[in-house]
T-cell receptor, first 117, second 115 residues
């Protein structure tokens, strides 16, 4: 069974600084997708970034980038120039989406990030 | 384009009752997934529907059921409510195929409290 582990329950960072959130996963599959979602206090789950396992190039979205290490099964999220609005729970998630796994995102327990002014 | 809409936003029920939650996906999205979020168990997959068919189901008791209509709107039902069913229920829709990129877009959730 696939699992996703986020080892940092809580983190804090000063505004304008950089922070890295860790995520590891376990799977025997070769083709899969990895995601970081953000859930602010409003509870709306928002996609931050997406990575396809067959792509070696790390995904980037503005201030957000990932370090995807397929062999190590590691998928960390780096947030540069942190802003107060980045304060939220961050969830790492995994999906294969075939062979009976359709629509099933497997989530980690989350990392609560606080950005301090 | 309107996002994923879940109704109602909040619900209070008593043990033994049943409840129905509704989810309207993004226009054009035919896949709808449901998740339960609790402080103890985190986010857990309930089931996924595509073109009115349940394609995948998580490890939940039979009291949890769902369906999807021809317009892709989905409902989930929980019968004989238990205190442990108190949770945030999230619905997500996605666009099948290469263009969809396997991205799920979430609604704001329905907060269910069972007393």
């Amino acid at each position: 069974a696939q699992t996703v582990t986020q080892s940092q329950p809580e983190m804090s960072v000063q505004e304008a600084e950089t922070v890295t959130l860790s995520c590891t996963y376990d799977t025997s599959e070769n083709n899969y997708y990895l995601f970081w979602y953000k859930q602010p206090p409003s509870r709306q789950m928002i996609l931050v970034i997406r990575q396809e396992a067959y792509k070696q190039q790390n995904a980037t979205e503005n201030r957000f980038s990932v370090n995807f290490q397929k062999a190590a099964k590691s998928f960390s999220l780096k947030i540069s120039d942190s802003q107060l609005g980045d304060t939220a729970m961050y969830f790492c998630a995994f999906m294969t989406n075939y062979g009976g796994s359709q629509g099933n995102l497997i989530f980690g327990k989350g990392t609560k990030l606080s950005v301090k002014p | 384009k309107a996002g994923v809409t879940q109704t109602p936003r909040y619900l209070i029920k008593t043990r033994g009752q049943q409840v129905t939650l509704s989810c309207s996906p993004i226009s054009g999205h035919r896949s709808v997934s449901w998740y339960q979020q609790t402080p103890g168990q985190g986010l857990q997959f309930l089931f996924e529907y595509f073109s009115e068919t349940q394609r995948n189901k998580g490890n939940f008791p039979g009291r949890f059921s769902g369906r999807q209509f021809s317009n892709s709107r989905s409902e989930m039902n929980v019968s004989t409510l238990e205190l442990g069913d108190s949770a945030l229920y999230l619905c997500a829709s996605s666009l099948e195929g290469v263009g969809g990129k396997n991205i799920q877009y979430f609604g704001a959730g329905t907060r269910l409290s069972v007393l």
